[in-house]
């Protein structure tokens, strides 16, 4: 098991930004797929943007071109740059670790987008 923990988030205007970071501890960080989750209320978990161990990065289409994740395997984090935030991206937001068939969570940051 990994342990995560998030940070960042907080309330922001419709077209604004946020960085979220995780701070992963244990030494097999760089070994480690990363994602960023979000939960709204109401809704299921869904995957935002995944970062794989050389940093390659898959984002959800309805992120993709706002949101910007990146990893430091030195400083063991990893970042999720969000702008021009929507109402609709207002969501829990989980930093995901997997090595193989185990997954750890971080215990998640609220985002929430309104004016």
């Known amino acids: 098991q990994v342990h995560l923990v998030e940070s960042g988030g907080g309330l922001v205007q419709p077209g604004g930004s946020l960085r979220l970071s995780c701070a992963a501890s244990?030494?097999?960080?760089?070994?480690?797929?990363m994602g960023w989750y979000r939960q709204a209320p109401g809704k299921q978990r869904e995957l935002v943007a995944a970062?794989?161990?050389?940093?390659?990065?898959n984002y959800a289409d309805s992120v993709q071109g706002r949101f910007t994740s990146s990893r430091d395997n030195a400083k063991k984090t990893v970042d999720l740059q969000m702008n021009s935030l929507k109402p609709e991206d207002t969501a829990i937001y989980y930093c995901?670790?997997?090595?193989?068939?185990?997954?750890?969570w971080g215990q998640g940051t609220q985002v929430t987008v309104s004016s």
């Open positions: 995901s670790a997997r090595a193989g068939e185990s997954q750890s």
């Open positions: 244990g030494s097999i960080f760089r070994m480690l797929i």
């Open positions: 970062i794989t161990t050389s940093g390659s990065t």
